[in-house]
């Protein structure tokens, strides 16, 4: 596969992509509904007035999320919205669903990053979205994003993750999971980005993830400076699948988005066995897609036939080793921030309860529940974060900011 620009001022991988067939038929991304959780917007994106319909920033520490239009200090954020849904700019396509609506929260620019991530992912429910973009990772193989993943699949959303920009052999959290549509890129040629990371936990030749390469080198897009500018990254692949997701959904309104998501996996163009280590099913082919879906669209309830999953296995405990090291080497007269996940259905209230008659009510200093998730973010002495991870009610412990163990003993819910 080969994509090389035809016009000067038409960016590779609209080429690629075969946007114009596509807008020949009128598919714009009308009506559907993405969430993105990145690094903000910047106030000057004038290619997207009219397409962000909510925005939010969580706060460093991730407890509170303020309904404001979040600034962009790196301008990654507003690349990947403008990649969604800008409209053109200097004679370039932008946007590879330029009619959609946006909803962006602000949760990658520092402090508490999981818990942020977290946060905004609570927040971001609220919409009855169809898409969730999530360009962005944590270093490790934390499996602490899996509750919401869970709940997000749950409620019918496709979570559509980048792989992280490791190279081969390595993945940011949740990239990596086995429920989350994962991409990596390619370049104009067609090979895996050098910077495209992988998982292939069963030797050099079986990938797990990510599922689908897409374009994702040297991509033009807004930034900051109101400018047509070229960036590469996973990031950059994740926000081209999810734009090309939102035309899909749009043009199928009756087949199920699982279906859809499946549908781009099984068409894919097969990529050159040297690089079979680095992608699961291959290149992004969305004209394919298209094709295959159509000859399908006229079957009846196909929103209503995606099979049911099997039962998943009960987790095992997991606690990350970071969170218990920094417990273990701090005073009692500082603080620390930690994600739990429980096991039952808990109100804040029922939680406080059963935390009083834990003992354990001492020196905690601030909870935010995560009700969607059924999970919490707790602000408390090194010791009584330790003794909550030992409760029997929490089936994940984690730092708010970093995790460090692996995940391999972990059997996914």
């Known amino acids: 596969m080969s994509c090389s620009n035809k016009q000067h001022n038409v960016s590779w991988h609209i080429d690629c992509l075969h946007l114009p067939f596509f807008r020949e ?27 962000v319909e909510n925005t939010t920033l969580i706060s460093y520490s991730g407890f509170s999320a303020t309904p404001t239009f979040p600034t962009d200090s790196s301008g990654h954020g507003t690349f990947n919205a403008t990649l969604i849904a800008g409209c053109e700019k200097d004679g370039i396509s932008l946007g590879i669903a330029p009619e959609s609506s946006l909803y962006i929260g602000k949760v990658v620019d520092g402090g508490n990053t999981i818990a942020r991530i977290l946060h905004g992912l609570d927040w971001l429910l609220q919409f009855d979205l169809h898409l ?7 270093l490790g193989s934390t499996p602490i994003f899996q509750p919401a993943i869970e709940e997000i699949r749950k409620r019918g959303i496709i979570p559509i993750v980048a792989i992280g920009n490791g190279g081969a052999g390595k993945s940011r959290s949740p990239g990596w999971y086995p429920d989350v549509f994962s991409i990596g890129s390619f370049d104009s040629v067609g090979n895996p980005s050098k910077f495209s990371g992988s998982n292939h936990r069963y030797g050099k030749t079986i990938c797990l993830k990510p599922d689908i390469l897409a374009p994702g080198e040297d991509v033009f897009s807004v930034g900051l400076q109101k400018q ?27 087949i199920h988005p699982f279906i859809i998501e499946k549908m781009l996996k099984d068409t894919c163009i097969p990529i050159n066995p040297t690089y079979e280590h680095r ?18 669209s006229n079957s009846a309830n196909l929103r209503q036939i995606y099979p049911n999953q099997p039962m998943p296995e009960e987790p095992k405990k997991y606690i990350d080793s970071y ?5 273990s080497s701090l005073a009692e007269n500082q603080v620390v921030e930690a994600i739990f996940a429980y096991n039952n259905n808990l109100t804040r209230e029922s939680f406080q309860d059963y935390i009083r008659q834990s003992g354990l009510e001492k020196n905690i200093a601030e909870i935010q529940l995560f009700s969607n998730f059924k999970m919490v973010l707790i602000q408390a002495t090194p010791s009584i974060i330790k003794a909550m991870a030992a409760l029997p009610i929490f089936t994940m412990a984690s730092d708010a900011a970093y995790c460090k163990s692996k995940a391999e003993a972990f059997h996914f819910r």
């Open 323 to 327: 969170l218990i090291e920094r417990c």
């Open 279 to 296: 992608v699961a099913m291959g290149l992004i082919s969305p004209k394919n897609a298209y094709t295959n879906l159509q000859s399908i």
């Open 132 to 138: 969730l973009n999530m360009p962005l990772g944590v």
């Open 25 to 51: 038929k009128g598919l714009t991304g009308k009506g559907i509904r993405i969430g993105l959780l990145d690094s903000g917007l910047a106030v000057n994106s004038h290619s997207l007035i009219g397409k």
């Open 228 to 254: 047509s500018e070229k960036r590469s990254g996973t990031s950059m692949a994740s926000s081209i699948v999810t734009g090309i997701m939102a035309l899909l959904c749009q043009s199928f309104p009756t």
